[in-house]
C-alpha cells in the first residue's frame, strides 16, 4: 500500500535527495579526473602527471603519441618509464621510423638485452605482432609506429591491451588529431626549443586547453629543424657493418 506521503504525490525522501550529494560508485564524470583501474607509471616530468589520471601512463591501456614529425623528442619523454621496465622486463619497439641505436639506449640507462627491434614487411604486419605480443603477455611495454590505422585496427589494439599487463604506446602523425580513437589516453608533440610541446587532445578528465612544455635535456636548445635536416627513413634492411656505423637514433 502507498504511505501517506506517497497518496499525496510527494516522492520518498531518498528521491528528493540532489544528484551531485549521491555517491554514485564507478561512475565518472567529466569534470573530474578517473580513477585508474590499472597500475599506473610516472611519465618522469611532474608537470605532466598532474594533468594525467592517476598522475602517469596508464597501463592495459591503448596510448596514442600524435607526432608533428618522427624524432622531436618523443622516446626521450619515453625514457623515464622505458628505463624502469627494462630492468626486468621486455621492450618492443615494431616498425620505427629510424634503425635503434643501442649505444644511445644504454647511455639512457635502458638494458639493451630486453629490448627488442621488430621490423615488419607492412602495416599489417605489424599491428598483427602488436596484437600477439600483447595477448601473449610476454613484455612490459610495446612502443608501434603506424602512419595510416583503420578504426578496426585500433579497435583490436584497445582490446588487447586491455587484456594485457603491458604498457602500450602507437606512435601516429599529427594528423591523426581529429581522427576517432578508442584510446584512453592521446597527446600531440610538437618540437620546441630545449624539450618538446604538449596538448592533451584526450583523457579521462576535464578538457585541457593550455599546452605543456617539458624540458628534455638531450635536446637542442635552438628551434628544431623538421623534415629536411632529419636523418632518412630506414626503408631497407642494411649489412650488418653498416647498420653499426649508422649514427642515425631515435629521439
Not at 143 to 157: C, D, F, G, P, Y
Request: glycine share 6%; proline share 6%.
Amino acid at each position: 500500500m502507498l504511505n501517506k506521503q506517497q497518496s499525496q504525490g510527494e516522492l520518498p525522501i531518498a528521491a528528493r535527495v540532489p544528484v551531485r550529494e549521491l555517491d554514485f560508485q564507478g561512475v565518472w564524470r567529466a569534470n573530474e579526473f578517473a580513477v585508474s583501474r590499472t597500475a599506473t607509471h610516472s611519465t618522469g616530468f611532474d608537470v605532466f602527471d598532474n594533468e594525467l589520471p592517476s598522475k602517469g601512463w596508464p597501463r592495459s591501456a591503448l596510448i596514442e603519441l600524435l607526432l608533428q614529425q618522427s624524432g622531436i623528442g618523443e622516446m626521450q619523454l619515453l625514457k623515464p618509464v622505458l628505463t624502469r621496465l627494462s630492468c626486468n622486463q621486455k621492450i618492443v619497439l615494431i616498425q620505427p621510423p629510424y634503425l635503434p641505436q643501442a649505444m644511445a639506449c644504454k647511455s639512457w640507462g635502458i638494458q639493451i638485452n630486453n629490448l627488442l627491434w621488430i621490423k615488419t614487411a607492412n602495416t599489417a604486419d605489424g599491428l598483427w605482432a602488436a596484437e600477439q605480443i600483447l595477448k601473449n603477455g610476454c613484455c612490459g611495454a610495446v612502443i608501434l609506429w603506424q602512419a595510416n590505422v583503420r578504426n578496426e585496427s585500433l579497435r583490436r589494439l584497445h582490446l588487447a591491451a586491455q587484456s594485457a599487463d603491458t604498457w602500450l604506446w602507437l606512435m601516429r602523425p599529427l594528423s591523426a588529431r581529429m581522427d576517432a580513437s578508442p584510446a584512453q589516453l592521446r597527446v600531440a608533440l610538437r618540437a620546441a626549443a630545449g624539450g618538446v610541446a604538449l596538448d592533451i587532445v584526450k583523457r579521462r578528465g576535464p578538457v585541457k586547453d593550455q599546452q605543456l612544455f617539458i624540458h628534455l635535456a638531450d635536446m637542442p636548445t635552438t628551434r628544431h629543424s623538421l623534415d629536411t635536416n632529419n636523418a632518412p627513413v630506414v626503408m631497407r634492411s642494411f649489412p650488418a657493418a653498416a647498420a653499426r656505423s649508422d649514427t642515425s637514433l631515435l629521439v
